[in-house]
């Protein structure tokens, strides 16, 4: 697994992607946690109780990193397997003693470790912040952790779609588009409100209605970002850990049986 | 070292490769041979535990390619047909990763990268990007990456394939001396290649094995029966093929049909330990025919392999029926 994870950190390091990521993203990143700062300082004239951790760190962490990171992870995860299948090197992994699932952590450990560093790389602005007045460390930590999870669970994602396909270009745009329609459930949440269990319509029309609900209710809970509210507050949901972790095993594991499935395909 | 038996694949329901048995012994070289298309590259893939068979079973070193996978990965170095390699890493670093995957001792890899690449001749391009080497060097860090883990059984599939007639000596050469310490099985669809270099050479098509022995036994296969071609000019056809006939050792004479021509051409199947070209021009010139031509065709191994491939045109139409699904 080490040698897998080492040979990826190696192309990450090399190709400029990572590099952009970073600068970029660190110059960005400061940009809105002082723009955030400033809004505190609005906000504070006319309510002494804001709570600066909460208006920074979870604006900065919260609503900041969300768009960056849709934009980042299919970026990340698109080449992990889609290159190998193009240039034809996977059928060389899978002679070497190697297991399937050596190849799979080894290579999300890589792009969650960039991803990570990234995150780490947005610490020392707190710690700055930290000298001046006091933060509220605790809600901080359980954002990161938030952070760290909701990756985790798009890398898996993005993990997938790259295994699915020969194209990375494909790859990005299938988890592009998957991310977009789980992100935005929030956003198409009303149009589904009425259609709930117990609407009222003729008996025919029943099994529709509880297709839709039952839609609909899948449509709200799978919704990735719903999840993370908590974190963004200081508090760590076993509901929403669970939540992350599983949506992260459930295409780890799709990934695992498209790999295998080469033994009765060919 | 390698044991296989009643090796069976099918991909959606068509059989690519069919009931295949065969052992290699250790320090043998064995050639793989085959039209394109034949069932090597599948039944290669099995062999380095890539897919398992659909039926039989199969062992590496006394392991079982399905069961103890890792295991028999770990003792096998495998060159696919047209080499993949990650064209942006130098020689050294893919050669280093490949030693690290393949579990090379760390403080031993460094060592290693350095003498299979001086074994494959790529020092002095070790630190350049792959993607900018010539396709012989490919080939050559292709084969550096199968023996860099030095594994006891080594499966190349078509390693001279697209080179030029002097990398193909040298590549050659490569695995006449990596088959002095290992068991080496590799395929090709060039006969003279495999005459070369292997010690006993299994012939398959359509999936199925067609011949299993050394490139002179196999020749000499055919060499029971020779062909001599004999024209003949002024004689009564069905006097002149009776006559033949008659002749000592003459197993079967045809004629070669042209029309409107004055000669008579035959062509004549006879044993290789009864001399018949003396006594057929004897015969003739008794009888006072002109006899115009003579001669004996010579036979290789490209004809045994002719002979061992033809197949009828049902099982031709299966297998490239195949070849189409799995691509």
Known sequence: ?266 | MIVVEGLTKVFNDVPVVKDLSFTVEQGEILGFLGPNGAGKTTTMRILTSYFPPTEGRATVAGFDVVQDSIEVRKRVGYMPENVPLYTDMTVRSYLSFVADAKSVPAREQKKRVGEVMDECSLSERADDQIGTLSKGFRQRVGLAQAIVSRPQVLVLDEPTVGLDPRQIVEIRNLITRLGEKNTVIFSSHILSEVSKVCSRVIIIAGGRIRAIDTPENLESLVRKTVQIVVTVQGGPREKVVETVRAIKGVERVSVEESEGSPHLRLLIEANREDEVRAPIAAKIVHAQWLLLELHQRATSLEDVFMDLTAKDPAEQAETTNAIGEVK
Not at chain 1, 19 to 43: H, K, P, Q, S
Not at chain 1, 213 to 240: C, M, P, Q
Request: with cysteine; charged share 15%; net charge neutral.
């Open chain 1, 1 to 266: 697994m080490w040698a897998i994870y080492r040979k990826e950190m190696r192309a990450f390091l090399l190709s400029p992607m990572a590099w952009i990521f970073w600068c970029v993203f660190l110059i960005l990143f400061g940009l809105a946690f002082n723009t955030l700062f400033e809004r505190y300082n609005d906000m504070l004239m006319s309510n002494p109780d804001v709570n600066l951790t909460e208006t920074v760190a979870g604006g900065a962490l919260g609503g900041f990193f969300k768009f960056l990171l849709l934009l980042m992870t299919p970026l990340l995860g698109m080449r992990l397997f889609a290159e190998e299948k193009e240039k034809g090197t996977l059928e060389l992994l899978f002679t070497y003693p190697l297991t399937e699932w050596q190849l799979i952590f080894g290579k999300i450990l890589s792009a969650l470790t960039v991803t990570g560093i990234l995150l780490a790389l947005t610490l020392p602005q707190f710690i700055y912040l930290g000298n001046y007045t006091t933060l509220e460390w605790p809600i901080i930590w359980t954002t990161y952790l938030g952070w760290m999870l909701l990756l985790v669970a798009l890398l898996s994602l993005g993990i997938w779609t790259s295994a699915v396909t020969n194209s990375q270009f494909v790859a990005a745009v299938l988890s592009l588009a998957l991310m977009l329609l789980m992100w935005l459930s929030q956003v198409f949440q009303p149009l589904f409100a009425r259609l709930t269990f117990d609407v009222q319509v003729p008996w025919f029309w029943k099994p529709f209605v509880w297709l839709g609900a039952l839609f609909t209710w899948a449509y709200k809970e799978l919704a990735v970002t719903e999840h993370f509210e908590s974190f963004g507050r200081g508090v760590i949901n076993t509901n929403d850990v669970l939540y992350y972790l599983s949506f992260a095993a459930f295409f780890l594991f799709l990934t695992y049986k498209k790999l295998e499935s080469r033994k009765w395909r060919g």
